[in-house]
């Protein structure tokens, strides 16, 4: 389950509008979406909830008191305008929090291949845990809960829309990889522009999305069936996910994810709702 819901801000989704409001109220807000929404999940089942600095508190306090939260990651937004009066909010959090004991966790298909800064050899002078390529040196490093890597869809990338909060495909590609697997049922109660779906499509999982705003459902369905046809994941591609802004033929737009059905079409039976 993906959930991300308007953050504890003033903010316009198409004709509805989410209205700031006291922590204590926004709080009791969320505990009554999962109250409303948890029932759904498998005992085994994971849970992801994005935020901002200031949702944080109410966050913790609503997943904590249902959910096991495992972890928190932190992923740079680098998109935004300046603060003359304070620090420049340049990150965003998604809580990571599990059913139970037992759940889905893929490390190896989340791995980060990031350039070596000191590549050490050994004493046959091999690299050591590291590759030569034509392209670089570069290590596939276990996932961090610091995200650096991400870019939010701006206006040359084909996956960006005009929706106000839209989250990168390849942000989701790793929670869906990490905590799924081939066949597994993905859920997002507010799909927006429906990255979330369009993602889970691209990976071989099935999908189920809710969006209240008619503009955006439609967006998703159209992105839906582009999926069928062009399955890329910018940067991700050879089953690893690279660093922001590295310039490498298998990171080239066009290449397809291993990890994608072959025919492309499965999911395309589900619809958003």
Not at 76 to 101: L, Y
Not at 119 to 143: C, Q, S, V
Not at 228 to 239: C, F, V
């Amino acid at each position: 389950m993906f959930l991300d819901p308007p953050y504890n801000l003033d903010k316009k989704f198409g004709e509805s509008k989410f209205g700031k409001r006291p922590v204590n109220d926004y709080t009791v807000w969320l505990c009554d979406m999962l109250d409303t929404l948890l029932p759904t999940l498998k005992p085994n089942g994971t849970v992801y909830i994005c935020g901002d600095w200031f949702s944080s508190t109410s966050i913790f306090s609503a997943a904590s008191a249902r959910l096991q939260v495992r972890n928190r990651i932190t992923w740079e937004r680098e998109k935004g305008r300046g603060a003359k009066s304070n620090w420049k909010n340049a990150s965003e959090d998604i809580w990571f929090c599990t059913n139970s004991d037992e759940y889905t966790f893929n490390v190896e298909a989340v791995k980060l291949r990031r350039k070596v800064i000191a590549p050490y050899r050994n004493d046959d002078g091999e690299p050591r845990d590291w590759k030569e390529t034509a392209y670089g040196n570069f290590r596939d490093t276990h996932p961090s809960n610091l995200w650096t890597d991400i870019s939010v869809p701006f206006w040359s990338m084909p996956e960006n829309t005009d929706h106000p909060t839209q989250k990168s495909e390849k942000l989701l590609a790793k929670l869906i990889l990490a905590s799924t697997n081939s066949n597994d049922v993905v859920f997002d109660p507010f799909l927006g522009s429906g990255t979330t779906s369009v993602v889970a499509c691209k990976l071989g999982r099935h999908y189920v999305g809710i969006e209240s705003v008619e503009e955006y459902a439609l967006l998703a369905e159209k992105r839906l069936r582009l999926a069928a046809d062009e399955r890329s994941i910018q940067g991700y591609a050879d089953r690893v996910f690279w660093e922001r802004n590295t310039s490498q033929a298998a990171n080239a737009q066009g290449r397809t994810p291993d990890a994608a059905p072959e025919n492309g079409k499965m999911q395309l039976q589900e619809s958003v709702l």
